[in-house]
């Protein structure tokens, strides 16, 4: 498969497949010419890259991931401590976020929201108290 048909079969851009093998995740069979010339597994692997990426795991993450996913005595604990490091963080992420909605929710509330200049959302930004 040229590069075009194994975009379009993992859901990735041409462009990102282009990084994955610069920084080594894949690494498909060059022809005579010079052309990327991938195989089934190296479309698997693709796909394997695109839902690790969706789910937010870096790429540190996926190159650890796909190093447990090619090693065939791995311990599926390895795989399991990882993706539990991953949810604490989204975990953490959510937190932040709901800290932020509730904190703007409050600006919002006391803000009158008429023609006056007094805005309590511009004194928070702005440090005032």
Known sequence: M???DVASRSGLPAKTI???ED???IKPHRSANGYRCFAESDLHKLAFLCRARA???TIEDCRT???LY???SRASADVKQLAQEHLAKIEGKIADLQAMRDTLG???KGCAGDSRPDCPILKDLSGER
């Open 70 to 72: 090619e090693d065939e």
């Open 65 to 67: 991931l796909m190093g």
């Open 55 to 57: 789910l937010g795991f």
């Open 23 to 25: 920084i080594g995740l």
């Open 18 to 20: 282009r990084y994955y």
């Open 106 to 108: 409050v600006l919002i």
């Open 2 to 4: 040229n590069i075009g």
